[in-house]
């Protein structure tokens, strides 16, 4: 049973250039979660996702940030016209139901903006 | 107000020792849930441990076990015989309810405690 997956594990991007961050739930898990952490930082909460739908993007911010969990294929995190300080790492975790007592993470995508 | 605190940066424990990593929190939904995840330094988080608000008893998970008290709001995490792998950073984190304000299901972390274990 494959654990929650994440590509790419690392992805640098100059200035301006659009990322693309995608993860595929654990099997039998449809909500899915964002979440970022700076460097020498606890994770904050981005986005929360079911398929199909958006249920609370309270964590992201207002601009160049967007995230979608379409019926079909993984999650994907999109950042337009990147910037320094959006180098981060960013998690997705995903669980069977926001009341379930295990919230697994994916291995993360570490990304570096020159 | 910082929901989830983790008031020790750094903590030290020699290996076989037991060690514990506080956790204090901040909500007035009845309902909630709180975590404790480990990250190493290869930074992936591993999910530990457990305990619901309505739980009766403290959860424990092999080495883990978790001093839920909660008149205190406190959920700290216990790890028995250190072994020289536990040293990584802890991370508390909480889910509240939809009562909280919040959606239900998004965890929010404290700041977290670097472990260091010495042989």
């Known amino acids: 049973n494959a654990g929650v997956m994440q590509n790419p594990r690392h992805l640098v991007r100059r200035r301006g250039q659009e990322a693309r961050l995608r993860c595929s739930p654990m099997?039998?898990?449809?909500?899915v979660y964002w979440y970022r952490q700076l460097p020498e930082e606890g994770l904050k909460f981005m986005v929360y996702?079911?398929?199909?739908?958006?249920?609370?993007e309270s964590g992201m911010p207002k601009e160049r940030f967007s995230a979608e969990f379409p019926k079909e294929g993984p999650s994907i995190l999109r950042i337009q016209q990147v910037v320094r300080g959006d180098s981060a790492a960013y998690f997705c975790?995903?669980?069977?139901?926001?009341?379930?007592?295990?919230?697994?993470f994916g291995p993360g995508t570490r990304l570096t903006v020159l | 107000a910082q929901k989830i605190t983790q008031t020790q940066p750094g903590m030290f424990v020699q290996e076989k020792e037991a060690v514990t990593l506080d956790c204090t929190y901040d909500?007035?939904?009845?309902?909630?849930?709180l975590f404790w995840y480990k990250q190493p330094s290869s930074g992936e988080m591993i999910f530990l441990i457990y305990?619901?608000?309505?739980?009766?008893q403290n959860a424990t998970e092999g080495r883990y076990s978790l001093n839920f008290q909660k008149a205190r709001k406190s959920a700290n995490l216990v790890i028995s015989a250190s072994q020289l792998g536990d040293s990584a950073m802890y991370f508390c984190?909480?889910?509240?309810?939809?009562?909280?304000?919040?959606?239900?299901?998004?965890?929010?972390f404290g700041q977290g405690t670097i472990l260091t274990v010495h042989p």
């Open positions: 975790a995903s669980s069977r139901d926001p009341t379930y007592n295990e919230q697994f």
């Open positions: 099997k039998g898990h449809s909500h």
């Open positions: 996702l079911q398929k199909e739908n958006i249920i609370d």
């Open positions: 909500t007035s939904d009845p309902s909630y849930g």
């Open positions: 305990q619901g608000s309505y739980d009766q």
């Open positions: 984190a909480m889910r509240e309810g939809p009562g909280g304000g919040t959606s239900y299901g998004k965890l929010t």
